[in-house]
């Protein structure tokens, strides 16, 4: 089976895919959480709706904020650095065979060997075929028919 897609990752859809997969990750969630916690609790404690002999509202507040703040950090730097290589949200063709994965973007051209692509994730709209532990290649599941999209997954070993 041989077909191929041609898909644009835009600035909003990965800003999306990037806070959903921190979010299903545990320790964002308790963080926010606790993030959330310890700002409410020095607030209260500033307007003296509660009173903690021993408690330091400032070191909580800073703490809480950075906390619930972190993940939206992750994301700026991950965006910044999404932008500063043009060819990630530029139109990408990917094209899929039997053996291989091959991608054609504006200035370069790779192919991926199947046993080459590690794992996969579906996050949002998206199928993410990772080649590396951090990187990999958006690819658009509403340009696929079930069809194309079982090839693909069936294609990668777990």
């Given at each position: 089976m041989?077909?191929?897609?041609?898909?644009k990752l835009?600035?909003?859809d990965?800003?999306?895919?990037?806070?959903i997969?921190?979010?299903k990750k545990?320790?964002?969630?308790m963080a926010?959480?606790l993030?959330?916690?310890?700002?409410?609790i020095s607030?209260l404690?500033?307007?003296n709706?509660i009173?903690?002999?021993?408690?330091?509202?400032f070191?909580?507040?800073?703490?809480g904020?950075?906390?619930?703040l972190s993940?939206?950090?992750i994301?700026?730097?991950a965006?910044?650095?999404?932008?500063?290589n043009p060819?990630?949200?530029?139109d990408?063709?990917?094209?899929?065979?039997?053996?291989?994965?091959?991608v054609?973007?504006?200035?370069f051209?790779?192919e991926?060997?199947?046993?080459?692509?590690?794992?996969?994730?579906?996050i949002?709209?998206?199928?993410i075929?990772y080649?590396?532990q951090k990187f990999?290649?958006?690819?658009?599941?509403s340009?696929?028919?079930?069809?194309e999209?079982?090839f693909i997954?069936s294609?990668i070993?777990?």
């Open positions: 041989d077909f191929s897609i041609t898909s835009d600035k909003g990965y800003i999306k895919v990037m806070f997969g921190l979010y545990p320790y964002y969630i926010t959480i993030g959330l916690c310890l700002l409410i607030i404690n500033y307007l709706a009173s903690f002999e021993v408690y330091s509202p070191t909580d507040a800073v703490l904020l950075f906390l619930l993940p939206s950090i994301v700026f730097f965006v910044s650095q999404a932008k500063s060819s990630l949200l530029n990408m063709t990917y094209t899929f065979n039997e053996e291989s994965m091959a054609n973007g504006l200035t051209k790779s991926f060997l199947w046993e080459h692509i590690i794992k996969q994730k579906e949002g709209k998206f199928l075929l080649h590396t990999g290649n958006f690819i658009d599941k340009k696929l028919t079930s069809e999209l079982l997954k294609k070993k777990k």
